[in-house]
């Protein structure tokens, strides 16, 4: 049940995050609005672990793993994709992260030696299949002229920075890194990296004072990082990369769900096919059914 809590707030609040980000676009460069809501995130789990007293010491080495993760989390993934936003919309940057569970199958086998399980893989494709039936219409019209290819690049770019983050902070946390701890330094780090990035890149240190874009990031540090990240971090521990990774793929369907509240859209029979497709995948991906001789998990050592 606890799994289940942590998937659901995963889902809802990061199939939210696509449209906050659209609000973090313009007058701040993307760099810096990363910067702004990492700092602030990790500013909040500072001060919740000290409250709690959590033991906040590590070494040198652990550091590096730590500012290794913030950097393809927390850093250099979300460049990417606020900048890719720049040429997509929403919904777009959403279809390309549903390959977002492969590239953890894949890495999870490379370098985690994870077994590479047969309905999670059919699960998946399920997943991708149904979100272009959601999305066909705006797939048929795509025009790969005016940065609509850089951006397409850029946001499969992100999908592998993060997919090998997931690794990494899967790695870290069998060897004993607490989620919290590792987050808040790991936010932290990706902060710093965005502010020198900014400084290297010459942007101007500037911050836009407009409502929407305060909300938007106080929703993305609060919701979108300290809990989601927390929620999510702890189900890669759990469950494996692999199967967490199909939060990613649910991600649609609630963009839909909001669509449908706040801007009375219509679902046409291939959306509410596609819909239908995703939730199936997420039943095989998450239940124990088994295709043919399925791959034990191994017990060796992670070789990350």
């Known amino acids: 049940m606890q799994n289940a809590l942590y998937y659901l707030i995963?889902?809802?609040?990061?199939?939210?995050?696509?449209?906050?980000?659209?609000?973090?676009?313009?007058?701040?460069?993307?760099?810096?609005?990363?910067?702004?809501?990492?700092?602030?995130?990790?500013?909040?789990?500072?001060?919740?672990?000290?409250?709690?007293?959590?033991?906040?010491?590590?070494?040198?080495?652990?550091?590096?793993?730590?500012a290794t993760q913030g950097f393809l989390l927390f850093s250099i993934t979300y460049y990417l994709v606020y900048t890719g936003e720049i040429y997509l919309t929403s919904g777009m940057v959403a279809l390309l992260f549903t390959f977002f569970p492969i590239a953890n199958i894949l890495f999870g086998a490379l370098f985690?030696?994870?077994?590479?399980?047969?309905?999670?893989?059919?699960?998946?494709?399920?997943?991708?299949?149904?979100?272009?039936?959601?999305?066909?219409?705006?797939?048929?019209?795509?025009?790969?002229?005016?940065g609509i290819g850089l951006g397409i690049t850029l946001v499969l770019i992100s999908v592998i920075t993060a997919s090998l983050g997931n690794i990494l902070?899967?790695?870290?946390?069998?060897?004993?890194?607490?989620?919290?701890?590792?987050?808040?330094?790991g936010m932290a780090y990706g902060a710093a990296f965005m502010i020198l990035f900014a400084l290297f890149n010459q942007s101007p240190f500037v911050f836009e004072f407009?409502?929407?874009?305060?909300?938007?990031?106080?929703?993305?540090?609060?919701?979108?990082?300290?809990?989601?990240?927390?929620?999510?971090?702890?189900?890669?521990?759990?469950?494996?990369?692999d199967r967490a990774a199909y939060?990613?793929?649910?991600?649609?369907?609630?963009?839909?769900?909001?669509?449908?509240?706040?801007?009375?859209?219509?679902?046409?029979p291939p959306q509410l096919a596609g819909v239908g497709l995703v939730l199936i995948g997420n039943v095989v991906v998450l239940t124990k059914i088994r295709f043919g001789r399925?791959?034990?998990?191994?017990t060796s050592k992670p070789q990350i």
């Open 10 to 66: 995963t889902v809802l609040i990061w199939g939210s995050t696509w449209f906050a980000i659209k609000f973090q676009l313009g007058f701040v460069s993307p760099e810096l609005s990363i910067a702004y809501r990492y700092t602030l995130a990790a500013a909040i789990l500072f001060i919740f672990t000290a409250i709690r007293r959590l033991p906040m010491r590590f070494s040198l080495t652990q550091h590096v793993l730590l």
């Open 112 to 146: 985690l030696r994870a077994p590479i399980r047969a309905r999670v893989v059919i699960g998946s494709l399920l997943g991708i299949l149904g979100v272009a039936f959601i999305f066909g219409p705006d797939l048929s019209s795509i025009d790969l002229s005016g």
């Open 169 to 185: 902070a899967t790695r870290n946390q069998r060897h004993g890194l607490p989620v919290i701890q590792s987050n808040a330094y």
């Open 210 to 241: 407009s409502l929407s874009y305060i909300l938007s990031l106080l929703y993305l540090a609060l919701f979108g990082s300290v809990i989601a990240f927390g929620t999510y971090m702890t189900l890669l521990g759990r469950i494996g990369p």
């Open 247 to 268: 939060v990613t793929v649910l991600f649609p369907v609630i963009a839909l769900a909001l669509s449908t509240i706040f801007e009375g859209l219509t679902w046409s």
């Open 294 to 298: 399925e791959a034990l998990p191994k």
